[in-house]
């Protein structure tokens, strides 16, 4: 996947989880927000039954403590009697009336007294489970004035409530019925009860409860537009928060993507991924220009494309992955190799190595590798000279290296820190010149005029010389001419796979 279809991918991936983010918190507020919603309706229609409990509570009560003081009298409605009835009139917080009832005929009232003539009683609207007798809707007169009261009695007495209790049972402004529960016997065709904004039960919304004790049940009901209202701040708050969880998820998810898509992340990954292999740039003997080895060079590819050692090198030094990024580079190499038998003998394979893996002796774990002590190939050491090597640390450290069969080669000559007095201590086989110097050859600078010198060197420690970066025949003659005997370079070979190395020996082979 190229850089512009990352891009793209990338940036549809943060719009998708800010997007995704910013709906599913709001989404999820909202659901909350109704269950609260609906909750608040199931409060409601509790605390509304809880009421009736309490005032049926009241004047049963009431009723039952007048009927226990009526029982054994002689007489209906003397003065005893109408004293009792106003008394529990006023005691009750509840009860505007009570009445003397015998034989369905209402006979005194603690407003009126006794009526100079009995009247008779009309059939309740229903009867409860103890038997008390309602009715919902009834004219009472007290006084001078008749009100409609609800009615109960229970035994030979009867309390008057206003029905205005009923009325302000829901003090929410949304629609509403108390009704009989079902299974009871009852002469009302509609409810008790119907109120609310025009009196229709919403759709969105709906509680519906009964008390256990009295056959009373309620119903409220409410509309998204009136959930809308009740909870509009509450509603506008979470889309303002829902927006700031989409734009600090879109701000954290892209910071994510940059990091996971640095260099260093996916050269990390790179470690545990397959993404390093090798490629080998061919060195040739300069004046017949035939193969006598290689230099496996580490390179890197993921699914995002390429990155250049320049890249990836400093940020395995920086994580301190050195030694397992060269195993890994080693048993990518043995991998290549594997039996292949018509490799020029002895023929040379230069593997990289980092300073600190010499100076802690990591190195040394390769003498443990059968796969390194192959017959008729030469493993070399290589290492940068630009990285200083302690002596004392080093030096030991090489020699078993070229104690058991390998050759030590100072990369990029010239450069950095080296001198005669370390060279030799390391028991250096090979000084690599630096491409830097190559390319000042075509110019005549004073640099390229350092080759015969390092020839020299070369010499008084019984080394060779390889030159590197060579691209022109004109560099490859004039290399020869001052005593170079090895190079590598574009002129006879870019940086290939192995197998195509091994058909470029053949070839040679065969010319």
Same mark, same amino acid.
């Given at each position: +996947?190229?850089?512009?279809?990352n891009?793209?991918?990338d940036?549809v ?21 109704k269950? #609260? ?7 409601q229609?509790?605390?509304?039954l809880?009421q ?21 009298r /002689?007489?209906?409605?003397?003065? #005893? ?7 529990? +009139? ?8 009570v009445?003397?009832?015998k ?10 007294g ?16 103890s ?13 001078? =004035?008749?009100?409609?009261? +609800?009615?109960?009695?229970s ?12 009325e302000?049972?829901?003090t ?37 409860? !009964? ?14 537009l ?24 879109a ?24 993404a390093?292999? !090798? ?14 080895? !290689?230099?496996a060079?580490?390179?890197?590819r ?30 990518? +190499? ?28 990591r ?6 590798s ?23 640390e ?21 450069t ?8 030799? #201590?390391?028991? !250096? ?26 020839? #020299?060197?070369a ?10 970066g ?26 290939? /796979?192995? =197998? ?6 053949e ?5």
């Open positions: +996947m190229n850089s512009t279809a891009g793209v991918f940036k991936c943060v719009i998708f989880i800010s997007v995704l983010v910013g709906l599913s918190t709001y989404f999820t507020s909202y659901i909350l927000l269950g #609260d919603f609906e909750a608040s309706l199931q409060r229609a509790s605390a509304s809880n009736i409990e309490v005032v049926a509570d009241d004047v049963l009560s009431t009723l039952d403590t007048l009927n226990a003081l009526d029982a054994g /002689s007489q209906d409605c003397d003065a #005893d009697t109408l004293l009792e009835m106003r008394q529990a +009139m006023f005691v009750s917080a509840n009860i505007k009336g009445s003397f009832v034989e369905g005929y209402l006979i005194c009232s603690a407003a009126l006794r009526l100079e003539q009995a009247v008779k009683i009309e059939e309740p609207d229903f009867i409860t489970d038997g008390a007798s309602v009715w919902i809707d009834v004219p009472i007169r007290l006084t001078d =004035k008749e009100l409609q009261a +609800m009615v109960i009695q035994g030979s007495f009867s309390g008057v409530i206003h029905r205005d209790f009923l302000k049972l829901v929410l402004d949304t629609a509403w019925r108390l009704d009989v529960a079902d299974g009871v016997t009852s002469r009302l065709e509609d409810s008790l009860v119907a109120a609310g904004p025009a009196r229709r039960l919403g759709k969105a919304f709906k509680v519906h409860d !009964c008390i256990k004790t009295l056959p009373f049940c309620i119903t409220i009901t409410a509309t998204n009136f959930f809308h209202r009740q909870y509009y701040q509450a509603l506008v708050g979470w889309v303002a928060v829902s927006f700031l969880l989409a734009l600090f998820s701000l954290g998810v892209a910071s994510f993507i940059r990091r996971y898509r640095s260099t260093e992340a996916r050269v990390m990954r790179g470690l545990n991924a397959d390093f292999h !090798c490629l080998y740039q061919p060195i040739v003997e300069l004046r017949s220009g035939k193969i006598i080895g !290689c230099e060079l580490a390179r890197f993921d699914a995002n494309g390429d990155i250049g050692p320049d890249l990836f090198i400093p940020v395995i030094h920086s994580r301190n992955k050195t030694w397992p990024f060269t195993q890994l580079i080693i048993n990518r +190499m043995l991998d290549d190799v594997g039996s292949i038998a018509i490799l020029p003998k002895p023929f040379k394979i230069n593997i990289n190595f980092f300073a600190q893996d010499i100076e802690n002796a190195i040394l774990e390769l003498l443990s059968s796969e390194l002590q192959r017959e008729g190939i030469q493993y070399v050491l290589e290492v940068t000279e630009n990285e200083r090597l302690s002596t004392l080093s030096s030991d450290v090489l020699v078993t290296m070229a104690e058991n069969g390998f050759q030590v080669a100072v990369d990029d000559f010239g950095g820190y080296s001198n005669l007095s370390q060279i030799r #201590d390391f028991q !250096c086989n090979t000084l690599k010149i630096d491409r830097s110097f190559i390319s000042a050859m075509d110019g005549g600078s004073v640099r390229s005029t350092l080759i015969p010198h390092i020839v #020299d060197i010499a008084k420690i019984g080394a060779e010389v390889v030159a590197e060579i691209e022109t025949s004109r560099q490859q003659k004039a290399l020869v001419d001052v005593g170079v005997h090895y190079g590598q370079g574009y002129l006879f070979g870019k940086p290939t /796979s192995f =197998k195509d190395l091994v058909a470029l020996i070839a040679q082979n065969d010319s």
